[in-house]
């Protein structure tokens, strides 16, 4: 008997499972559903993943405290982050491209591709406006400028400006995506972290600056030292310590020439200190007579040029100073790096200013020491010079008599007399000389004029 209970899959004859059947469009929703769903829960695990990737990259820099060490490994952790050929960090300082630290390059590329970039094009776009800037192709933005010889090709794009405090640091640069192009979500990454490379530079940096000054005391310290014990110039020993100071690739002291409006490199330290010894300088038109002449220090963040003919090595930063004690100008002392070394900052100016103010007033102590012991010298030889003349002289003149009175008594004896007579010479000669030295004595003193002929009484021998 049917009693209409036999519904939905149960068989005719009310054995085997039930059956759930659907009409055609909501089996077709709930199949989109459950693929959308799928999606979405791969999607949060991608997500998820490089969430941690970027708290990999984060954790791959937080750990140094060397501000350079944490600019390459920023550099590094971002290509590897939104998994891009070409990453690169550009430090801006007064508006110019100061520093550029790149990764993906081999290292004969970069030969062949020469200087690094100076902020031109479309990476000047971003040193004048520090917002993130996400392109499918560089060529398409009005700003680029085109590659230079040998440089690969890049298309896709991605910059961001890296803030301390507040202050543009630099930017991140990202070119040729594996996926083609940069995502939004590529973009937030980055962005992410760059505030956590902020932090990083940010403490890194408050970390240099107590090591440099903790390098500045140590040299300004050695330098006092080393002064007091003498031995070595004083310019030589200021432009030694001033080197190590800077962790500077060259140290020079200039002082006044011989030559009128010029200056010369009294004394240089440093890998490169030979190529600039005795270097004469033109006071009208060069870096160090502004210095000399204004008495305000100079940085150079590119100084772009080589020594001299021939000279391969290219200085890069400079730093120069006015060297003054009290209010007079003694010179400048100098300070440079290679091209391919670190820019100096403002803090290494002041560093600089304060340590040259310093040997300024430890070199114009040890003139003065100087100046004493030389006192000193000048006095010992005129009490020198004092117990010859009315000491020795006295005796010897004393003797002198006493063997001209002997030789009026042996007349009768011609070999006894002549003998008496030569030995009064020799005395009369002997005077003479110690006179000279006396006389030579004196005159060494400053302000002492050589003393007239003696109006005394003559040594000469006596008549016979």
């Given at each position: 008997?049917?009693?209409?209970?036999?519904?939905?899959?149960?068989?005719?004859?009310?054995?085997?499972?039930?059956?759930?059947?659907?009409?055609?469009?909501?089996?077709?929703?709930?199949?989109?559903?459950?693929?959308?769903?799928?999606?979405?829960?791969?999607?949060?695990?991608?997500?998820?993943?490089?969430?941690?990737?970027?708290?990999?990259?984060?954790?791959?820099?937080?750990?140094?405290?060397?501000?350079?060490?944490?600019?390459?490994?920023?550099?590094?952790?971002?290509?590897?982050?939104?998994?891009?050929?070409?990453?690169?960090?550009?430090?801006?300082?007064?508006?110019?491209?100061?520093?550029?630290?790149?990764?993906?390059?081999?290292?004969?590329?970069?030969?062949?591709?020469?200087?690094?970039?100076?902020?031109?094009?479309?990476?000047?776009?971003?040193?004048?406006?520090?917002?993130?800037?996400?392109?499918?192709?560089?060529?398409?933005?009005?700003?680029?400028?085109?590659?230079?010889?040998?440089?690969?090709?890049?298309?896709?794009?991605?910059?961001?400006?890296?803030?301390?405090?507040?202050?543009?640091?630099?930017?991140?640069?990202?070119?040729?995506?594996?996926?083609?192009?940069?995502?939004?979500?590529?973009?937030?990454?980055?962005?992410?972290?760059?505030?956590?490379?902020?932090?990083?530079?940010?403490?890194?940096?408050?970390?240099?600056?107590?090591?440099?000054?903790?390098?500045?005391?140590?040299?300004?310290?050695?330098?006092?030292?080393?002064?007091?014990?003498?031995?070595?110039?004083?310019?030589?020993?200021?432009?030694?310590?001033?080197?190590?100071?800077?962790?500077?690739?060259?140290a020079a002291i200039a002082v006044p020439g011989v030559e009128p409006g010029t200056l010369r490199v009294d004394a240089a330290a440093g890998i490169l200190a030979d190529q600039v010894s005795d270097l004469p300088i033109d006071i009208d038109g060069s870096h160090a007579g502004r210095v000399f002449t204004t008495g305000?220090?100079?940085?150079?963040?590119?100084?772009?040029?080589?020594?001299?003919?021939?000279?391969?090595?290219?200085?890069?930063?400079?730093?120069?100073?006015?060297?003054?004690?009290?209010?007079?100008?003694?010179?400048?002392?100098?300070?440079?790096?290679?091209?391919?070394?670190?820019?100096?900052?403002?803090?290494?100016?002041?560093?600089?200013?304060?340590?040259?103010?310093?040997?300024?007033?430890?070199?114009?102590?040890?003139?003065?020491?100087?100046?004493?012991?030389?006192?000193?010298?000048?006095?010992?030889?005129?009490?020198?010079?004092?117990?010859?003349?009315?000491?020795?002289?006295?005796?010897?003149?004393?003797?002198?008599?006493?063997?001209?009175?002997?030789?009026?008594?042996?007349?009768?004896?011609?070999?006894?007399?002549?003998?008496?007579?030569?030995?009064?010479?020799?005395?009369?000669?002997?005077?003479?000389?110690?006179?000279?030295?006396?006389?030579?004595?004196?005159?060494?003193?400053?302000?002492?004029?050589?003393?007239g002929p003696s109006h005394g009484p003559s040594h000469g021998p006596p008549p016979g």
């Amino acid at each position: 008997m049917d009693d209409g209970r036999n519904d939905h899959g149960a068989g005719r004859d009310g054995s085997g499972p039930p059956r759930l059947t659907f009409p055609d469009a909501p089996r077709l929703a709930l199949e989109e559903t459950l693929l959308a769903l799928t999606s979405q829960a791969a999607d949060v695990l991608a997500t998820q993943g490089r969430l941690r990737a970027l708290l990999r990259a984060t954790a791959a820099f937080s750990g140094d405290l060397d501000v350079h060490v944490v600019l390459r490994h920023v550099v590094e952790a971002t290509r590897e982050l939104v998994d891009a050929r070409y990453a690169a960090l550009g430090v801006v300082r007064g508006g110019h491209l100061v520093e550029f630290i790149h990764s993906g390059m081999d290292a004969e590329t970069v030969a062949l591709i020469g200087d690094p970039p100076k902020g031109l094009g479309l990476l000047g776009q971003l040193v004048e406006h520090p917002e993130a800037l996400r392109l499918r192709a560089l060529a398409e933005h009005p700003a680029a400028v085109g590659f230079p010889e040998n440089h690969p090709p890049m298309r896709s794009f991605l910059g961001v400006p890296i803030r301390v405090h507040d202050q543009v640091f630099g930017n991140l640069y990202l070119t040729e995506s594996a996926n083609g192009e940069f995502s939004d979500e590529d973009e937030q990454l980055v962005t992410a972290l760059a505030h956590s490379a902020a932090t990083a530079i940010a403490n890194s940096r408050v970390h240099t600056e107590v090591q440099e000054q903790r390098r500045w005391l140590s040299a300004s310290t050695l330098l006092t030292q080393d002064l007091f014990k003498g031995g070595e110039r004083a310019t030589a020993q200021v432009a030694r310590h001033a080197a190590l100071g800077a962790d500077a690739d060259l140290a020079a002291i200039a002082v006044p020439g011989v030559e009128p409006g010029t200056l010369r490199v009294d004394a240089a330290a440093g890998i490169l200190a030979d190529q600039v010894s005795d270097l004469p300088i033109d006071i009208d038109g060069s870096h160090a007579g502004r210095v000399f002449t204004t008495g305000a220090p100079r940085l150079i963040q590119d100084y772009g040029s080589t020594l001299g003919d021939g000279d391969t090595a290219m200085l890069g930063p400079l730093v120069i100073v006015p060297l003054q004690a009290r209010d007079e100008v003694l010179g400048t002392l100098s300070v440079a790096r290679l091209a391919n070394r670190p820019v100096f900052t403002a803090s290494d100016v002041e560093h600089l200013s304060l340590f040259a103010a310093h040997a300024g007033l430890a070199i114009e102590l040890d003139r003065s020491r100087s100046d004493q012991e030389l006192m000193n010298l000048l006095l010992d030889r005129d009490r020198i010079a004092a117990e010859l003349h009315d000491d020795v002289i006295t005796e010897l003149f004393s003797v002198g008599m006493g063997l001209q009175g002997l030789a009026g008594r042996v007349q009768t004896d011609t070999a006894v007399h002549s003998r008496v007579l030569e030995m009064a010479e020799s005395l009369d000669t002997t005077i003479h000389r110690i006179r000279t030295t006396v006389y030579s004595l004196r005159s060494a003193q400053p302000g002492n004029r050589s003393p007239g002929p003696s109006h005394g009484p003559s040594h000469g021998p006596p008549p016979g």
